[in-house]
């Protein structure tokens, strides 16, 4: 309980001062903060874009949440995205780390700088190596966690949720569970209603 100040005499008196407190930085776990985070990089971008051009378009198609991914047509371009959207960020005080490229060139830079290079790391949840610039995602971690014997639509929507693809590359195989998915309401199967053995066996 916060009492009133008190005068010199011992009086108590009211006041209307308000203490207001404001953060300098961006706290994690606010249920705000990554509105916060992409409200303050795309702010950022509409700002720098006629200093940094080519950073400023890439952070407004190509950030997503705290993961930046981009493309370039040869070294030099990667290079010379890497230097700019660095140093765009560093204006607000937001230093870039665990940087990975199938670039020999940039990796150079990086060995120079000290910085230590990645192989293997993930481009939006999906698995990518960066020496054979492939990406991969392991389809068995998904299907292994689908149940054995009669399934129902919602573990049939469970098991179709799990393919976590932002990039949209494996659709060609995701698609088929979006399929069976359409079947079982274009049939009018029930939530926890056995599935049909031919949808079963797909």
């Known amino acids: 309980m916060v009492q009133d100040p008190q005068d010199d ?3 108590y008196y ?35 874009r006629k200093g940094f051009p080519k950073a400023a378009l890439l952070i407004d198609s190509n950030m997503f949440m705290d993961d930046f991914v ?46 230590e290079v990645q192989r293997t790391t993930q481009a939006l949840g999906v698995d990518w190596d960066t020496e054979s610039d492939m990406l991969s995602v392991d389809s068995r971690d998904i ?10 639509k919602r573990e049939l929507l469970q098991t179709t949720a799990r393919f976590y693809d932002p990039l949209v590359l494996f659709s060609p195989l995701s698609v088929t569970g979006k399929i069976l998915f359409q079947e079982t ?18």
């Open 9 to 11: 005499k011992g009086n």
């Open 14 to 48: 009211t006041t209307n001062e308000v203490a207001t407190y404001r953060f300098t930085r961006l706290p994690f776990d606010l249920t705000c903060s990554s509105f916060l985070l992409s409200a303050t990089v795309r702010e950022l971008a509409i700002k720098k």
């Open 70 to 115: 981009a493309g370039a047509d040869d070294g030099n371009a990667a290079i010379g995205i890497y230097y700019e959207f660095t140093t765009l960020m560093k204006t607000i005080k937001l230093p870039m780390a665990k940087w990975a490229a199938s670039c020999d060139e940039l990796e150079d830079i990086w060995k120079a700088q000290g910085r």
């Open 143 to 152: 299907l292994d966690k689908a149940t054995e014997g009669p399934a129902n």
């Open 185 to 202: 309401w274009c049939r009018g199967l029930r939530w926890e209603e056995i599935l049909p053995h031919d949808v079963r066996v797909r």
